[in-house]
């Protein structure tokens, strides 16, 4: 991935199922679903929060454990059950005045090609479906679900000259 473009971001979108998690969810007989959540990619969320980069996540899916644990981590931009993820984006950067030239988005499957067609720096975890990996400028080595997030993090911070 092109270094300058990385360094000349100033928010990083994510998906949640298979990017912030492994892609599997749990669901008990009563209907309630919960989430496994690794917990260096939150640290490396808070490093990024901490930077001035924002942080938001963009997820087809709700989940109330997506809900508490993106407070926990005070991600303010968070839009679930989302049908037009290119929307929603445009939605956040309209209000905070960031060019999507100067966006990241993070995704696992076919879903996120649209946005991931839409932002400056189109990034792709291990684990995404060969169509993801193949059109992203980048593709983590770790997993979804298993510090992706954190590499990503990290990744951006490096390019700006910051370390988390």
Do not use: W
Request: glycine share 12%; proline share 4%.
């Amino acid at each position: 991935m092109n270094p300058t473009a990385l360094g000349r971001v100033r928010l990083v979108a994510f998906d949640i199922d298979g990017v912030f998690t492994d892609g599997r969810f749990y669901l008990s007989d009563d209907g309630i679903e919960s989430k496994a959540f690794h917990t260096q990619d939150g640290f490396g969320i808070r490093q990024l929060i901490k930077s001035g980069v924002v942080v938001a996540v963009i997820s087809g899916r709700s989940s109330g454990a997506v809900a508490r644990r993106m407070a926990e981590l005070k991600v303010h931009h968070v839009v679930q059950g989302c049908a037009d993820k290119v929307a929603a984006l445009g939605e956040i950067i309209a209000e905070l005045g960031i060019p999507r030239e100067d966006c990241a988005y993070v995704g696992d499957d076919v879903p996120d090609l649209p946005l991931l067609r839409h932002v400056g720096c189109p990034i792709a975890v291990a684990n995404a479906v060969p169509a993801v990996r193949e059109y992203c400028a980048h593709t983590t080595v770790a997993s979804g679900g298993f510090g992706a997030v954190r590499e990503v993090c990290e990744l951006v911070l490096g390019a700006k000259g910051q370390h988390s």
